[in-house]
Antibody, heavy 120, light 108 residues
Framework: QLQLQESGPGLVKPSETLSLTCTVS??????????WGWIRQPPGKGLEWIGS???????YYNPSLESRVTISVDTSKDQFSLRLTSVTAADTAVYYC????????????WGQGALVTVSS | EIVLTQSPGTLSLSPGERATLSCRAS???????LAWYQQKPGQAPRLLIY???SRATDIPDRFSGGGSGTDFTLTISRLEPEDFAVYYC?????????FGQGTQLEIK
């Protein structure tokens, strides 16, 4: 059974960089059929897609975050990572990693989520 | 980007009743690329419906989806206690993919 697990610091200072890693188990990140994505959810609010990456490195980002986001992949470790720069309190959220097909882009597998709080 | 508006914001019903949730898009959703998710407190969203009307793996048949263009619905035919949760729609027909703001289904 495919499993995804987010990891990273739970507290980040304003103006610094948020970094999270998603580790995939029960399947290979190098499977050619899927993209691997990040979605976030501020406390008590809805879901926002951040971006997605293919195992060969091609990426798609939400234009609203594109200037601050980098998603990368490490196929040797079956991991992909999120970097979000210049964070503010508005970036406080539960960050989920998830998998979707190359097409269509619905998310059938999700990690459990990681809460990241931006605060000094 | 396509904005999805879900209604009602909160729906109060009793177990055994029928629930109908609405998701309206600001533009036509191409190829009926619309999904529905269920989210319970402290959990990740769970895929229920994709392609507007196809049930995901292991989803009970009391859940059904319908609609096309700009108007979509999720129907739960007979509510079970475990169905009370927040439901989100997602369109993935155009980039960026977007989610609705959610409908809270609560026990009356």
């Amino acid at each position: 059974q495919l499993q995804l697990q987010e990891s990273g610091p739970g507290l980040v200072k304003p103006s610094e960089t948020l970094s999270l890693t998603c580790t995939v188990s029960g399947g290979s990140i190098s499977s050619g059929s899927y993209y691997w994505g990040w979605i976030r959810q501020p406390p008590g609010k809805g879901l926002e897609w951040i971006g997605s990456i293919y195992y060969r490195g091609s990426t798609y980002y939400n234009p609203s975050l594109e200037s601050r986001v980098t998603i990368s992949v490490d196929t040797s470790k079956d991991q992909f990572s999120l970097r979000l720069t210049s964070v503010t309190a508005a970036d406080t959220a539960v960050y989920y990693c998830a998998r979707h097909f190359i097409q269509p882009w619905f998310f059938a597998y999700w990690g459990q989520g990681a809460l990241v709080t931006v605060s000094s | 980007e396509i904005v999805l508006t879900q209604s009602p914001g909160t729906l109060s019903l009793s177990p055994g009743e029928r629930a109908t949730l609405s998701c309206r898009a600001s533009q036509s959703v191409s190829s009926s690329y619309l999904a529905w998710y269920q989210q319970k407190p402290g959990q990740a969203p769970r895929l229920l419906i994709y392609g507007a009307s196809s049930r995901a793996t292991d989803i009970p048949d009391r859940f059904s989806g319908g609609g096309s263009g700009t108007d979509f619905t999720l129907t739960i035919s007979r509510l079970e206690p475990e169905d009370f949760a927040v439901y989100y729609c997602q369109q993935y027909g155009s980039s960026p993919q977007t989610f609705g703001q959610g409908t809270q289904l609560e026990i009356k």
